[in-house]
């Protein structure tokens, strides 16, 4: 079975901080990876997609430890606005195939 | 950037009825469609994978008689929920993605409550 783990949280972190999340996955033949954020009733968005090398975009860097089928998000110098709920998203397929998503993992930025 | 709607927004029916909820790609051809639901405090559960012209694929445990999917245009995938009943009651969200990008685009997603 596909499955994606993520610690639910919430994490609450005071402005400023830097905060780290991490997954892991079930299915060695995961192709691709993902970080989406998901407010709360809103459709997910994709934050990121997450390489073997390592990626950054900003405050934001992802790691990817296929070894250990382990996936990281790195915030730094957090935001009032990045509270959201982050999701760990796996593409097992590459072509048609739909993601699987993690429950994701609520972030709390305070002031 | 690419641009997916989904409608209605939400809507509330009686149990036993049958709803439709409609997914656009806007300003881009889909080849491939998938519909996704999320109950409260749970994830994303991918519902069907739906290429157009062809029939849908299911996921395990998702009934295909009950989940009416059509995808008639590269621009268009509808799902029809057939005799709705309460536990149907959750968050439909559908994706779309082209040929040439890895990325699925979300539409807004629709809010189904059943009565």
């Known amino acids: 079975r596909k499955e994606v783990e993520q610690d639910p949280g919430p994490f609450n972190v005071p402005e400023g901080a830097t905060v780290a999340f991490n997954c892991t996955y079930s299915?060695?033949?995961?192709?691709?990876f993902f970080w989406y954020r998901q407010d709360c009733r809103k459709e997910p968005k994709l934050l990121m997609s997450?390489?073997?090398s390592g990626n950054e975009d900003g405050r934001f860097t992802a790691q990817l430890n296929r070894a250990s089928q382990y996936i990281s998000l790195l915030i730094r110098d957090s935001k009032l606005s990045d509270s959201a709920t982050y999701l760990c998203?796996?593409?097992?397929?590459?072509?048609?195939?739909?993601?699987?998503f993690g429950k994701g993992t609520h972030l709390i930025i305070q002031p | 950037g690419a641009v997916v709607s989904q409608h209605p927004s939400w809507v509330i029916c009686k149990s036993g009825t049958s709803v439709k909820i409609e997914c656009r790609s806007l300003d881009f051809q889909a080849t491939t469609m998938f519909w996704y639901r999320q109950f409260p405090k749970q994830s994303l559960m991918l519902m069907a994978t739906s290429n157009e012209g062809s029939k849908a694929t299911y996921e395990q445990g998702v009934e295909k008689d009950k989940f009416l999917i059509n995808h008639a245009s590269l621009t268009l995938s509808t799902l029809t929920v057939t005799s709705a009943h309460p536990e149907d009651s959750s968050f439909y969200i559908c994706?779309?993605?082209?040929?040439?990008?890895?990325?699925?685009?979300f539409g807004p997603g629709t809010r189904l409550t059943v009565l």
């Open positions: 998203v796996v593409n097992s397929g590459g072509g048609a195939d739909g993601l699987t």
């Open positions: 299915n060695s033949a995961s192709q691709s």
């Open positions: 994706s779309a993605k082209t040929g040439h990008y890895n990325e699925q685009f």
């Open positions: 997450v390489y073997s």
